[in-house]
């Protein structure tokens, strides 16, 4: 069957009944592919991906096992680098993971799949990274103006919130810089896979079937390059490697967001130069806003006026009776560096980090959640908003807008 319209052919190699089915399912949704099975093993075929004229391949196999490796390895050489290759194996051990680096595949993804992942990988294999050309992602750094705030809760919320949205939804990966005590992966219950030590004297390796490799990959497609965490190492790497490796995450991805940790290392000029947001988080206590505002004028000491601090006000509460500060102090400390408050909701937040999922799986619809939204994404907030009805005095709406 010949492509009709804008729709690439993928062809997919697989024996695996079941796997044919939900492949068929997950790219029928999309008219970007025009999907076509060949029910073999990889030790079957003969010529029938070059006869078949298709902008990639998908190839089911056992990538531990050395026939079926050497039989890809033909493949690939029959195709001379016309057809990208993509390939799903059920293990993913290191020596694999090199043979695959040494072919030069388009993706290798370990079953079970979701459909988010085989839908991104076959955009990727197509297209490159999976968004216009020329389009730049936007990259949003978390920083912490004192320990304990919230930064990585509000950084990894954040992440799920632009995954997921209606405007600025696409390709999202978290990058964990706090590479002595990072809890991104943690948080997820994800395994950390980002060795930066393998690349620390090679930061030239660092490509892209590397940075899959190194990628953790949450069930939603939301992705994370965090590394595993050394308490005992006060290390600072090389800011050639950091740069090198923010430069190739936000070529592959739409979204990025950064969590920084609270020391500034080399690198960390850098870093906030090449944000297109800066969130800093602070709670409201005295010395914690103290913090936060020797940290934004730090901030304007180092890079200029070039970067401008939004505050995050998390567990921004006022209760009753309370001789303490005031969510008015607040504002009116932090002036125009105010971005918005975060309600103190410690139980769903506690319950999200033991249990290692987001904190919309507990309660789409939490405080927490909202809150953060009118910061993140206030164009949705504001086409979500239900009309009032117009009042007797013609007042409607407008009297206590919110500014976006």
């Given at each position: 069957m010949a492509n009709t319209g804008k729709a690439k052919r993928i062809v997919l190699v697989s024996q695996d009944k079941a796997f044919v089915q939900e492949t068929k399912s997950a790219l029928a949704s999309s008219d970007a592919f025009d999907l076509a099975a060949i029910e073999r093993g990889v030790l079957d075929l003969r010529g029938e991906l070059q006869e078949a004229d298709c902008g990639a391949a998908i190839i089911d196999m056992d990538a531990a096992r050395l026939d079926q490796v050497e039989a890809l390895q033909r493949i690939i050489r029959r195709l001379e680098g016309k057809t990208p290759v993509i390939v799903v194996t059920q293990e993913f051990n290191?020596?694999?993971?090199?043979?695959?680096?040494?072919?030069?595949?388009?993706?290798?993804?370990?079953?079970?799949?979701?459909?988010?992942?085989?839908?991104?990988?076959?955009?990727?294999?197509?297209?490159?990274?999976?968004?216009?050309?020329?389009?730049?992602?936007?990259?949003?750094?978390?920083?912490?103006?004192?320990?304990?705030?919230?930064?990585?809760?509000?950084?990894?919320?954040?992440?799920?919130?632009l995954h997921h949205s209606v405007t600025r939804g696409a390709?999202?990966?978290?990058?964990?810089?706090?590479?002595?005590?990072?809890?991104?992966?943690?948080?997820?219950d994800l395994e950390p896979r980002f060795d930066i030590a393998e690349i620390e004297n090679q930061p030239e390796r660092l490509d892209r079937q590397l940075l899959d490799v190194?990628?953790?990959?949450?069930?939603?497609?939301?992705?994370?390059?965090?590394?595993?965490?050394?308490?005992?190492?006060?290390?600072?790497?090389?800011?050639?490697?950091?740069?090198?490796?923010?430069?190739?995450?936000?070529?592959?991805?739409?979204?990025?967001?950064?969590?920084?940790?609270?020391?500034?290392?080399?690198?960390?000029?850098?870093?906030?130069?090449?944000?297109?947001?800066?969130?800093?988080?602070?709670?409201?206590?005295?010395?914690?806003?103290?913090?936060?505002?020797?940290?934004?004028?730090?901030?304007?000491?180092?890079v200029g006026r070039e970067v401008k601090p939004?505050?995050?006000?998390?567990?921004?509460e006022q209760k009753m009776f309370d001789n303490g500060i005031r969510q008015a102090d607040v504002r009116e400390i932090l002036g125009d560096h105010f971005a918005g408050g975060i309600a103190n909701n410690y139980k769903l937040v506690r319950e999200a980090v033991d249990r290692g999922v987001p904190l919309h799986e507990i309660d789409a619809n939490a405080n927490v959640i909202a809150d953060l939204r009118r910061i993140i994404l206030p164009e949705e907030v504001v086409a979500a908003a239900p009309k009032k009805a117009r009042s007797l005095f013609g007042l409607g709406t407008g009297f206590m807008r919110k500014r976006a």
């Open positions: 290191a020596a694999a993971v090199r043979i695959l680096v040494q072919l030069q595949v388009a993706d290798f993804l370990v079953k079970p799949v979701s459909t988010a992942d085989l839908v991104r990988s076959c955009l990727r294999a197509l297209h490159g990274p999976g968004r216009e050309e020329n389009a730049e992602s936007q990259i949003y750094a978390f920083m912490p103006a004192a320990g304990g705030v919230g930064n990585t809760t509000l950084a990894l919320q954040t992440a799920f919130q390709a999202t990966c978290v990058v964990d810089l706090n590479f002595q005590q990072g809890a991104c992966a943690e948080y997820l190194m990628l953790s990959k949450h069930s939603s497609g939301l992705c994370v390059l965090a590394a595993p965490t050394r308490p005992s190492e006060m290390r600072s790497f090389n800011t050639e490697i950091v740069v090198r490796m923010l430069d190739l995450v936000s070529a592959y991805f739409d979204n990025v967001v950064i969590d920084l940790p609270r020391t500034w290392f080399p690198w960390t000029e850098t870093v906030l130069l090449g944000s297109n947001k800066l969130y800093v988080v602070t709670e409201m206590t005295v010395p914690c806003l103290r913090h936060t505002q020797r940290l934004i004028q730090a901030i304007y000491d180092t939004n505050v995050i006000v998390n567990r921004f």
